[in-house]
């Protein structure tokens, strides 16, 4: 197997930190936004939408989509389960999963996308939605901090792709756009001290 990835991208990162959790070590083949390999025609054989991460299996095949891989790896290698136990608990995940993805990482990367320079003359910007996005993320922080009152992690009571997910959505916010956790989000904020030092959290 082979994971083809971007530096700094913020959906391969979600992917290596995955494969970091369960320990699984495989070749990682990185592009970078300059010198755009990933949209050379021999990537895009691979991925013709010439975006990343891309799982490459020892046959050929080759899986994109983030949680397409995590969930092809969480099937190969089920412990630790990232994605819940039982029905219940996968239901769980699930759903934050996909919350921490629509209400949060989107409209991170949005903001990154339509305010950020690094995107001049790479994407168009559109500066309102992005203010507005940005608006929207602030408020979905204050949200995410009211549900992880008395929660250790954010779907289930152990670590899933719900606090990766949400983990690179506040690692981009942080960083690039420079988003910090309010001194009144304190189990937000308790949240990402935990998140955040893990030892795979630099993968
Ligand atoms: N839904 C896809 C999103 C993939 C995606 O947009 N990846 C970005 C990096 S975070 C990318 O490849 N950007 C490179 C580009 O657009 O040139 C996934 O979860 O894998």
Request: overall charge neutral.
């Given at each position: ?25 495989i070749p990682i083949e ?122 250790p992690f954010i779907a ?48």
């Amino acid at each position: 197997m082979k994971l083809y990835s971007l530096k700094n991208g913020v959906n391969p990162r979600r992917v290596r930190i995955f494969l970091a959790e369960k320990r699984l070590s495989i070749p990682i083949e990185e592009f970078d936004m300059e010198t755009a390999g990933h949209k050379a025609p021999a990537f895009l054989a691979r991925n013709p939408l010439g975006t990343l991460p891309v799982l490459e299996l020892d046959d050929g095949t080759v899986i994109a989509e983030s949680v397409a891989i995590c969930r092809y790896v969480e099937e190969m290698i089920p412990e630790p389960p990232l994605f819940g136990r039982s029905a219940l608990e996968r239901a769980q995940v699930e759903m934050w999963n996909r919350r921490m993805e629509l209400e949060l990482l989107l409209p991170v990367i949005d903001v990154f996308v339509h305010t950020h320079p690094f995107w001049v003359g790479k994407r168009r910007q559109i500066g309102e939605w992005g203010a507005a996005r940005r608006e929207q993320v602030a408020e979905r922080l204050r949200w995410l901090d009211r549900e992880l009152e008395g929660r250790p992690f954010i779907a289930v009571d152990r670590y899933s792709i719900a606090d990766i997910t949400a983990q690179v959505a506040l690692l981009t916010a942080r960083g690039a756009l420079k988003l910090s956790i309010g001194e009144d989000q304190p189990n937000l904020a308790r949240w990402w001290a935990s998140v955040s030092t893990r030892p795979t959290a630099r993968a």
